[in-house]
């Protein structure tokens, strides 16, 4: 949506009676629930999808010290990992990928009652995971992933090189990307003989799912109320610093 167009939804709307409305609200209503049953249907077609069993070890950092993929779990049989971009010596995290992160922290308690545990996984080292961590008062589980290959596997981290080349393979497509690291979500899940299988990744903008904020913006009449195609998520900051008007996001939205 353009500026002009964002104008004209808001100050040139048509006004209606209350039966036009209500007239109008239906038709919307029946489009509504067709898209609902589509998305239970793509969600049965995703739990059908077959899995991979992890053949490598992965270990990664905790405050509680070093742990397996499978020690992560924490006793429950199934793993959602945010793919968090925060790489060695970086500042601060992604402002698109802490707006995600900002949702999190209530969502746990829930997650956990279905048999699913959250982490967020990124490639900087636990110490400077912990540092921003504190700043933004996230009180969700943080681990780290340095020196493994865990992030080159699951698609969220690169070489300079491939970065130089502008051949860079995200979500499931060779394309230029901007960055070392990227966002995603992946799901895993762990049998009684403590295999783990990789079940599920998405990228791009398949990791708004995470982003709730967005749902209740599309709801408004001005909606996300965002002006640039190449970069949607500009307006996004670090929830400490929307006072300040601090730089954009460095991951924006991606294909």
Request: one cysteine or more.
């Amino acid at each position: 949506m353009n500026t002009a167009t964002a104008e004209i939804s808001t100050t040139h709307h048509p006004v209606v009676s209350r039966d036009r409305w209500l007239a109008e609200r239906k038709l919307l209503l029946a489009r509504e629930k067709e898209i609902t049953r589509l998305r239970d249907q793509l969600a049965r077609e995703r739990r059908a999808l077959p899995w991979v069993r992890i053949q490598k070890d992965y270990a990664f950092d905790t405050p509680d010290g070093r742990r397996t993929l499978a020690e992560l779990f924490e006793g429950r049989r199934q793993l959602l990992v945010q793919h968090f971009m925060l790489g060695p010596g970086w500042a601060e995290g992604c402002p698109s990928c802490s707006y995600m992160a900002d949702h999190l922290d209530g969502m746990q308690v829930h997650l956990m009652q279905r048999d699913v545990t959250l982490r967020v996984v990124s490639r900087a080292p636990l110490a400077e995971i912990e540092r921003f961590r504190a700043r933004m008062g996230w009180r969700f589980q943080w681990v780290s992933s340095h020196g493994s290959d865990f992030n080159r596997d699951f698609g969220v981290s690169f070489t300079q090189e491939e970065i130089a080349s502008g051949k860079v393979r995200y979500n499931y497509v060779t394309q230029a990307f901007p960055a070392e690291e990227a966002p995603g979500i992946s799901v895993f899940y762990k049998d009684d003989a403590d295999q783990v299988f990789h079940t599920y990744s998405t990228y791009g903008r398949g990791v708004e799912v995470m982003m709730g904020t967005y749902d209740l913006l599309d709801l408004t009449p001005k909606g996300r109320d965002e002006h640039n195609p190449g970069h949607t998520m500009d307006w996004v900051r670090h929830h400490d610093r929307y006072e300040t008007a601090a730089a954009g996001s460095c991951c924006g939205s991606h294909s």
